[in-house]
């Protein structure tokens, strides 16, 4: 049972570092448009 909770919480963490990057390069690319 350990092993599902730490998949979903490791699935968790990279889904938010994907959305941290996501966000990064939308800001970058505002700032290079802008």
């Known amino acids: 049972m350990t092993?599902?909770?730490d998949g979903k919480k490791?699935?968790?963490s990279v889904i938010?570092?994907?959305k941290a990057a996501a966000?990064?390069?939308e800001q970058?690319?505002?700032a290079?448009?802008?």
């Open 3 to 5: 092993t599902v909770i």
């Open 10 to 12: 490791a699935a968790a």
């Open 16 to 18: 938010e570092a994907v």
């Open 23 to 25: 966000a990064g390069l």
């Open 28 to 30: 970058e690319a505002d």
């Open 32 to 34: 290079k448009t802008g």
